[in-house]
């Protein structure tokens, strides 16, 4: 390819991702997609894999690119890996760094939930060389479309360890956060639209959010000029979460919590789970100003909603986020559902938000 060509090819892929951030209501998944049954085992988490060395390479490869291709029929307007190089969204993360070591294990309680035999912090934590850049690459390569790129938070990752080297769960999480920095600008480099960091651990510890949760989460996010979005959800709809959901209430208010100094933050979208959960809508009123990745599919059903469905719950959303601040999205990852549900629950996503957006372009 002459420098001339690639100058080309250039242009019209910043024209196509900015065209598509332009779009009123673009769609998303907010992260994990289903693996294929020849890479992982279905319907499970931290399924092992099927494949080893360098069949598992290239396996992970196809399926990213399979992922990719599902999610463009789907009409995914903001595409990502699914998720189908990791085995976890905070593991496989936690995997690559030094400092921890997995086979020194303690049980622990998992966001305040369940109990989990964790890996221990047994000295400094850093990252000796990027963890997901190359699929990163690998994944701008097959694409002009937009691309978000998760990470866990760093509250989120010190919540599945043991720390027995900082004690302290502040000091830990800003070491975490410095790490995370690290990574976010490589994949930045790789040509990522947007880094999204998941911070399910959010809706359970409030004072630690407000006091120094936010404060890592900017650290992390330092310097990055691409788009940044946190996620807050109430889980994926495995039993210990839909189990907690039932003792939650009527009212979910859990997002009132932080959303006052999330609206303060440098983050610029917040994504949350809206559809079926008991939300109230209007606490989206908090955060009045910043863009949203509104939660239109249940990701703890295999019911599949109608686009009609979907449309309601962006239309509800709308009182309280104006339309071009509004990234219809799923409530959470779909990893553990079957494949061909989640597919469908994509183009369900995509049919709903092109009704609302024929009501918005017409008024
Ligand atoms: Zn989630």
Not at 241 to 265: A, C, H, I, M
Not at 290 to 296: F, L, N, P, S, Y
Request: aromatic share 8%.
């Amino acid at each position: 390819m002459s420098s001339g060509q690639k100058l080309t090819r250039f242009n019209s892929f910043s024209e196509t991702v900015e065209n598509i951030m332009k779009k009123l209501l673009p769609t998303s998944s907010s992260g994990s997609l289903p693996k294929p049954t020849w890479l992982a085992e279905p319907e499970t988490l931290w399924s092992p894999w099927k494949l080893q060395n360098e069949e598992l390479v290239s396996g992970k490869q196809d399926a990213l690119r399979l992922s990719l291709q599902e999610q463009q029929h789907a009409g995914i307007d903001i595409v990502s890996d699914g998720e189908q190089t990791r085995q976890h969204f905070v593991t496989t993360f936690i995997e690559h760094l030094e400092g921890v070591d997995f086979e020194k294990r303690e049980t622990v309680k998992i966001r305040d939930r369940y109990d989990a035999s964790v890996p221990t912090v047994v000295g400094p934590v850093s990252r000796k060389k990027p963890v997901f850049v190359e699929d990163a690459k690998f994944l701008r390569q097959q694409t002009d479309q937009p691309i978000k790129w998760a990470l866990p938070g760093p509250m989120t990752m010190i919540d599945t360890l043991y720390d027995a080297h900082y004690k302290s769960r502040e000091k830990l999480a800003w070491e975490f956060a410095k790490i995370l920095n690290q990574e976010a600008k490589e994949l930045e480099a790789a040509g990522v639209d947007i880094i999204q960091f998941d911070e399910p651990a959010f809706n359970v510890f409030f004072d630690e959010v407000n006091d120094w949760g936010i404060a890592c989460l900017e650290r992390a996010i330092e310097g990055l000029k691409c788009e940044t979005a946190v996620h807050i959800c109430y889980g994926y709809g495995i039993k210990a979460n839909t189990d907690w959901k039932k003792t939650l209430g009527t009212e979910w208010r859990q997002y009132e919590q932080v959303f006052p100094k999330l609206q303060q933050s440098n983050i610029d979208i917040i994504s949350l789970e809206c559809h079926n959960s008991h939300v109230p809508i209007e606490l989206l009123e908090l955060i009045r100003g910043k863009k949203v990745m509104v939660g239109a599919i249940d990701v703890a059903t295999n019911d599949i909603e109608t686009p009609e469905e979907v449309a309601a719950t962006l239309r509800k959303a709308l009182e309280f986020v104006d339309a071009e601040h509004l990234y219809p999205c799923t409530n959470c990852g779909m990893a553990p559902l079957p494949r061909d549900i989640a597919t469908a629950k994509l183009k369900a996503l995509h049919a709903g938000a092109e009704i609302v957006r024929a009501e918005l372009t017409n008024e």
